[in-house]
């Protein structure tokens, strides 16, 4: 494998950075840590004659309790005290990223915005081409489900539901100005694997805003994952509870790791609030949650492990957040 010629330009603030984007419209991406841009271009995998990297931009720095800059390393967010004690289910998402090495190049803004994958779509040029190309790259057809009108490659960020539960917002900045929207708007629900972002071309995620309720909530993430040490999420389940366990204010739910985005289920847990999150009111919800996804055949576990274990992690993540010590009498 190896990486193709290309242009790198260096922008050092937002505005330079969108007017190159301006320029180079439809031949660029941008590059953050690279650490999942850079292995997709080795293997010949949509690339782009040029390369706007974000280092030098400082506004896209900084990490604090209420907002993370697009460009700050996973490591930082792993090592800042303020963000570890007042949202815990972010930290446990960013220390189950990939490895410590891939966190100290790997950036949140390009955590959220890492392409979708599958088995068929991450393979080298030649293993691409033996078995015949597909819609996401260089093809037009899906191996996973047959047909040629819809890519299922799923989103395998850990960062994104863990952000998505406890409602923050993104702050982007394109052509037309700068905008704010919740952390799971950044996804096309109604999208494919291809279409997968609801970003305009060009626009720069900047920040994350954590709002002021969110140190009120008590949140945690867990992973299913093949490999402890390394993987991507088969499964990424995030919680945030508000209030007392007896009768919480409001629960959230996110879901990565099964679709092609990242999922919140506010029409289940909304019915969590004002009542007891007892166990037999967590397995309801977590029943529910796990009729509605829709995992398919393109990561390592099978899809109908992928879902009957949804079950399970929804039940242990609303359990370890329900109450300050996690128990509340059934
Ligand atoms: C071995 C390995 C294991 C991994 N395991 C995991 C894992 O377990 N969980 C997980 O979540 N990820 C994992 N990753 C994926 C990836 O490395 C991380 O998600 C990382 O955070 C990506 O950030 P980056 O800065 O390197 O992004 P880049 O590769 O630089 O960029 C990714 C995408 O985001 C775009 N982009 C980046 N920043 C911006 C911005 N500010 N505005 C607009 N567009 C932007 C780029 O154009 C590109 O399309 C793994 C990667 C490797 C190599
Ligand atoms: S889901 Fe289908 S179209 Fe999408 S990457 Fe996989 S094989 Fe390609």
């Given at each position: 494998?190896?990486?193709?010629?290309?242009?790198?330009?260096?922008?050092?603030?937002?505005?330079?950075?969108?007017?190159?984007?301006?320029?180079?419209?439809?031949?660029?991406?941008?590059?953050?840590?690279g650490?999942?841009?850079?292995?997709?271009?080795?293997?010949?995998i949509?690339?782009?004659?040029?390369?706007?990297?974000?280092?030098?931009?400082?506004?896209?720095?900084?990490?604090?309790?209420?907002?993370?800059?697009?460009?700050?390393?996973?490591?930082?967010?792993?090592?800042?005290?303020?963000?570890?004690?007042a949202?815990?289910?972010?930290a446990?998402?960013?220390?189950?990223?990939?490895?410590?090495?891939?966190?100290?190049?790997?950036?949140?803004?390009?955590n959220?915005?890492?392409?979708?994958?599958?088995?068929f779509?991450?393979?080298?040029?030649?293993?691409?081409?033996?078995?015949?190309?597909?819609?996401k790259?260089?093809?037009?057809?899906?191996?996973?489900?047959?047909?040629?009108?819809?890519?299922?490659?799923?989103?395998?960020?850990?960062?994104?539901?863990?952000?998505?539960?406890?409602?923050?917002?993104?702050?982007v900045?394109?052509?037309?100005?700068r905008r704010?929207?919740?952390v799971?708007?950044?996804?096309?629900a109604?999208?494919?694997?291809?279409?997968?972002l609801?970003?305009?071309?060009?626009?720069?995620?900047?920040?994350?805003?954590?709002?002021?309720?969110?140190?009120?909530?008590?949140?945690?993430?867990?992973?299913?994952?093949?490999?402890?040490?390394?993987?991507?999420?088969?499964?990424?389940?995030?919680?945030?509870?508000?209030?007392?366990a007896?009768?919480?204010?409001?629960?959230?739910?996110a879901?990565?790791?099964?679709?092609?985005?990242?999922?919140?289920?506010?029409?289940?847990?909304?019915?969590?609030?004002?009542?007891?999150?007892?166990?037999?009111?967590?397995?309801?919800?977590?029943?529910?949650?796990?009729?509605?996804?829709?995992?398919?055949?393109?990561?390592?576990?099978?899809?109908?492990?992928?879902?009957?274990?949804?079950?399970?992690?929804?039940?242990?993540?609303?359990?370890?957040?329900?109450?300050?010590?996690?128990?509340?009498?059934?």
């Amino acid at each position: 494998m190896h990486l193709d010629p290309f242009e790198l330009h260096e922008p050092a603030t937002v505005e330079e950075a969108l007017e190159l984007a301006g320029t180079l419209s439809g031949k660029f991406d941008y590059l953050a840590g690279g650490t999942d841009l850079l292995p997709n271009y080795k293997m010949h995998i949509n690339l782009r004659p040029h390369l706007i990297s974000l280092e030098r931009v400082s506004e896209l720095r900084g990490v604090s309790s209420n907002r993370i800059g697009a460009m700050t390393r996973l490591a930082e967010v792993e090592e800042s005290p303020d963000l570890s004690r007042a949202y815990p289910g972010v930290a446990e998402a960013v220390r189950e990223v990939a490895t410590p090495l891939v966190r100290a190049s790997g950036t949140v803004g390009g955590n959220l915005l890492l392409e979708t994958r599958c088995f068929f779509f991450n393979q080298t040029y030649p293993w691409r081409q033996s078995l015949g190309f597909c819609l996401k790259a260089d093809g037009d057809r899906c191996h996973v489900v047959p047909q040629k009108e819809r890519c299922y490659a799923t989103f395998s960020g850990d960062l994104a539901p863990a952000l998505a539960a406890l409602e923050a917002e993104v702050e982007v900045a394109g052509p037309s100005g700068r905008r704010r929207m919740p952390v799971e708007h950044l996804y096309n629900a109604a999208g494919d694997g291809i279409l997968r972002l609801s970003l305009v071309p060009g626009e720069i995620v900047v920040a994350i805003h954590f709002p002021e309720s969110a140190r009120r909530a008590r949140s945690a993430y867990t992973k299913l994952r093949v490999r402890p040490s390394f993987d991507f999420p088969e499964l990424g389940v995030a919680a945030a509870v508000w209030g007392a366990a007896e009768a919480p204010e409001k629960v959230r739910l996110a879901i990565g790791g099964l679709e092609t985005y990242p999922r919140r289920f506010d029409e289940d847990t909304d019915a969590l609030a004002g009542a007891p999150l007892t166990d037999a009111r967590v397995r309801t919800v977590a029943e529910a949650v796990t009729r509605r996804v829709r995992p398919v055949h393109n990561t390592f576990l099978p899809p109908d492990y992928r879902r009957r274990m949804t079950e399970v992690f929804v039940r242990r993540t609303l359990s370890r957040v329900r109450a300050p010590n996690g128990s509340v009498a059934a």
